[in-house]
């Protein structure tokens, strides 16, 4: 299971997401061929929000963006 930790931000307002997933390994993610899928189908249904930056981890940890 893989964690995509991301900063959206709507105008100036940006807050902290996340997904978690199953369908890719963590370097699967961590090169981009997950995650890249997983933020666009975000944003597509989010469509007022910008995607700032992200990164993948193992779930629960806890990194600062």
Request: hydrophobic fraction near 45%; include cysteine; proline fraction near 3%.
């Given at each position: 299971?893989?964690?995509i930790?991301?900063?959206a ?6 807050r ?11 370097m ?5 061929i ?5 933020i666009?189908?975000w ?20 990194a600062k963006l």
């Amino acid at each position: 299971m893989i964690e995509i930790a991301f900063v959206a931000c709507m105008g100036v307002n940006c807050r902290d997401f996340s997904l978690t997933f199953s369908e890719v390994s963590l370097m699967q993610c961590q090169i981009g061929i997950g995650a890249q899928m997983q933020i666009t189908e975000w944003s597509k249904s989010h469509p007022n929000w910008r995607v700032a930056k992200y990164h993948c981890q193992i779930p629960g940890t806890f990194a600062k963006l």
